[in-house]
């Protein structure tokens, strides 16, 4: 089962969706908020997508974008990895959209770090369950 059909079929932690699209808080999130977003049909690189899906990619991510804006403010990473050497973990074509402020664990002696990579050694955070669906409920406004 690839991603998306584990999100569709467990919808616990699902941010958003569409037609095509879905967003999903990240399991092992670098910050509090930190959303992927990945097309609903399996493919591996954005340059697979079709001609749909490229257009409405960028209407997800605004829509996705504004949840995470009014929970966090306006501070926001997105980022997409694609094809080998991307330093990807699943072959999933995914969007990470992560909240970013000012001083948040990103930063280090005033310099923020890009630090998406699992080869960096950056900690990921390990939270329960619980903690992601409070986290779901602050991007939903509940």
């Known amino acids: 089962m690839n991603p998306t059909e584990a999100t569709i079929r ?3 932690f699902k941010v958003w969706e569409s037609e ?4 999903m808080l990240d399991r092992y999130p670098i910050v509090e908020g930190h959303t992927l977003l990945m097309p609903k049909r399996e493919v591996a690189h954005v340059t ?3 001609d749909d899906e490229a257009a409405s990619m960028g209407a997800a991510i605004k829509t996705v974008s504004g949840m995470l804006k009014g929970a966090y403010g306006e501070g926001l990473l997105v980022s997409m990895k694609c ?11 995914h969007v990470h959209l992560i909240p970013r402020k000012s ?3 990103l930063w280090d002696a005033g310099k923020s770090r890009i630090v998406l990579d ?6 990921r955070l390990d939270v329960s369950g619980d903690e992601l669906k409070e986290t779901l409920k602050k991007i ?3």
């Open 118 to 123: 699992r080869t960096s050694g950056f900690p």
């Open 20 to 23: 095509g699209w879905v967003a």
């Open 140 to 142: 939903r406004g509940e």
């Open 83 to 93: 094809g080998e050497g991307s330093a990807r973990t699943i072959s999933h074509l």
């Open 103 to 105: 001083g948040d664990r």
């Open 48 to 50: 697979e997508l079709n």
């Open 10 to 12: 467990n919808p616990e």
